[in-house]
Structure formats: C-alpha cells, structure tokens
C-alpha cells in the first residue's frame, strides 16, 4: 500500500469545528407524492400552507411544489415530487412525521378532517406528558403530529425519523453536521427516547427530532420520504468534515461536493449511519433559485 494511502489524514481542529461555526438552517424537507394537485389542495385548505412554488422537469419526468407557512427565505418548507405515472410509494416504518405547531390543535384538526384529513389520532395530552398532540395523515399516508404551541415563528417545525442507536445518531449529527443535542426525553412507560437536534432554539426553528424505540434497531425506508435539505455557506468544507466523520460513525457521502449539472446550485449529499439522507446546500445558489 502506498504511503499516501495508509497514513490516516488528521483534519485540523478548526476544520471539525466548522459546521458549528457555519450558517445553517433546514430548508427543506422533499418526498414523493403520487397525485400533486390532491396534496397541494390538502395542504393548502387542510393545513393552511400557501404554494410558494412549482416547477416541472419533463426532461426527467418530474415535478416539484414548494409548500409552507412562509417564505422559503427564512422558513422550513416542504419540496414535494411528483414522478410522472407513479401514483404510490411505499412510506416504510423508519420515517416518522412533519409536525406542525399551532395555537388551538382542536381547531387546527377539525379543519383538517372537513377538508378530507384522516386524523389518526384525536387531540389530546401526548402519553406520557402534558404537550397537546394529535395526528392526521395525507392523502399519500404521510403523518403529521400537530402541536399546540402559543406561537411560533416556524410553524413546519419538525421532522421525525426513527434511528437504531440515538447515540450514535446524536455523536453523528452533532460532529457531521454541526448540530445541538437540544433536548432529549427519555419515557420508559412508553418505551422510547427521542433526541431533538438543530441549529437554535427548538421553539424557534426546526429541528430533527430523532426517536429510538427500545430494543429496535432497524427499519425500513420504503420510497417515500427522501431527505432534508440544509443550508451551508461552504459545501466543500462541509464535505470534507462529514467524509471525515462518517469513517468514524458510519454514513457515506453519496454526491461529492460540486454544482449540480444543469442547475449549479452546489450540493453535498450524505447518508447517517441509519441511511437516513441530508443534501448541504449553498446558501448563495439556493438563494439565487428562489429569485
Ligand atoms: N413508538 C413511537 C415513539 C415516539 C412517540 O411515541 N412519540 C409521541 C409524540 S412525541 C407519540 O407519538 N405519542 C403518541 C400519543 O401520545 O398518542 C414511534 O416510534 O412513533
């Protein structure tokens, strides 16, 4: 083996510390969904998000609408994709929900329900704490827990994916990509620890809200759910830190940083150590997409 090759590369410290240092904040959450007018229309009148954008690739046979509370400059958003003639995915049982805090859940619900929501669950006290919660399913089957909260600045204000070791998903995002453990709970009436992580305060912004279930390790992914989307203002440093961290925690690197063909935009892409996928995104080109 060549020298080069089996000498391991130490990175700086000041290279491990620069996803706590970058400007970051989620962006975008994208998955697949099998009709998009029936989705736009639920999320629209169902929920009350506002169609910020769409676009259509024929060229790849896609389309994509962009769905949120506010605009995508300072707000979490939805990116959903519509594949041309595939109307179903399978969602999985590792992807949770999106959640969506608002002041009167009971309201927010009966809305829902009225515009053709399948509520899985009724508002109430979440078990075994005090949060009011509910749950009510899309058109598509995709969950999103509803929580009262008095107000908030960034109503889209989670994403829940199940993991087989919170640990090592807490060392991996924390190091990887530079984010706060800002919250853990742990319920062993229930049987679950959830970890909630993020770039600022968890009733601020949005956050990952990470969920172990005792004993269980793995889980499918299906086809549904795909990946959020995070801003960065260097891909390449960002790169060169998850691929450094990822020899030591698990994930890969699945698009090496570089602009997108096409578009320009520069990207890094990433698997966790479950497989769950985030794309870095440069903060000047996402902002340039939106103009
Ligand atoms: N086993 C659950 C653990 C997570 C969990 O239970 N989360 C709470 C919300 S933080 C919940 O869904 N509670 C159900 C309820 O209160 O009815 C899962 O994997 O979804």
Not at 2 to 21: F, H, N, Q, R, Y
């Amino acid at each position: 083996m060549a020298e080069s090759e089996a000498t391991p590369v130490v990175p700086s410290s000041e290279l491990l510390e620069w996803p706590k240092k970058d400007k970051r904040r989620f962006l975008h959450a994208v998955y697949r969904v099998g009709d998009l007018d029936r989705t736009i229309k639920f999320y629209t009148e169902g929920f009350g998000m506002k169609l910020l954008r769409k676009r259509d690739i024929p060229e790849e046979k896609y389309s994509n609408a962009f769905l949120g509370f506010g605009p995508e400059e300072s707000q979490f958003v939805v990116e959903l994709t519509y594949n041309y003639g595939v109307d179903k995915y399978d969602i999985g049982t590792g992807f949770g929900h999106f959640a969506i805090a608002t002041p009167d859940v009971y309201k927010f619900v009966e809305n829902a329900r009225a515009k053709g929501g399948n509520v899985s669950r009724e508002p109430g006290p979440v078990k075994g704490g005090s949060s009011i919660i509910a749950f009510v399913k899309d058109p598509d089957g995709y969950a999103f827990e509803i929580i009262q909260r008095a107000s908030t600045p960034e109503p889209l204000c989670q994403v829940m994916l199940r993991v087989g070791d919170l640990d090592r998903s807490i060392n991996f995002y924390e190091k990887a990509l530079g984010m706060k453990m800002l919250r853990k709970i742990d319920r062993p009436e229930q049987k679950y620890t959830l970890a909630m992580m993020g770039y600022a305060d968890e009733y601020e912004t949005t956050v990952l809200e990470l969920t172990y279930n005792y004993g269980v390790t793995e889980y499918t992914k299906g086809n549904a759910y795909a990946q959020v989307a995070i801003s960065t203002e260097d891909v390449y440093k960002s790169g060169e830190v998850v691929n450094h961290v990822t020899q030591e925690l698990g994930g890969k690197i699945t698009r090496q940083a570089g602009p997108v063909p096409g578009i320009g935009t520069k990207i890094v892409a990433l698997l966790d150590p479950d497989g769950w996928k985030t794309v870095l995104v440069d903060n000047e080109d996402f902002l340039k997409e939106l103009k």
